[in-house]
């Protein structure tokens, strides 16, 4: 009865212990969305939008990841303000988004495929390059594109 008794406290202080760890994850860092979870959220409750464009190979992508979005005010800022949205440029997978299937229609023909969305949203001259940062309205349309690294200050004036 002991053994028993023991094992139902360790796991409920275990399982207390993961949900409090991940509740305070959750708030320590930017609440990142896929475009499919961003509609739903845009249809629920209208609200400014952040895409954040990215490649893989990116070095300043990543520089990006891991010194701008992990300041506590600019994860404030983001979470308060804004659904956000990071896509990876290449990615070969469709997606649904505003009942249109969007595709990677140059794999095979391209050293580096750029998917549609970023095809659409995030190029300059027909040309794509990392980091591309876009914000849009709460209708969806866009308002600023930065097509840069962007240090925390700067990005912070922008979404204000």
Known sequence: MINKSHSILCFLALTLFLSTSLSAQEKGSVQWLTFEQLEDSLNTKPK??????YTDWCTYCRKMDRVVFTKANVIKKLNEDYYVVRFDAE??????????????????KSRTPIHQI?????????????????ILDEQFNITARYFEYMDSKKLLQALE
């Open 118 to 134: 970023a095809q659409y949203l995030a190029t300059r001259d027909n040309q794509f390059a990392p980091p591309t940062l876009v």
């Open 91 to 108: 990615m070969e997978s469709d997606v649904e988004f505003g009942g249109t299937t969007f595709i990677n229609d140059q794999v095979g």
């Open 48 to 53: 400014k939008v952040l895409l954040d464009f």
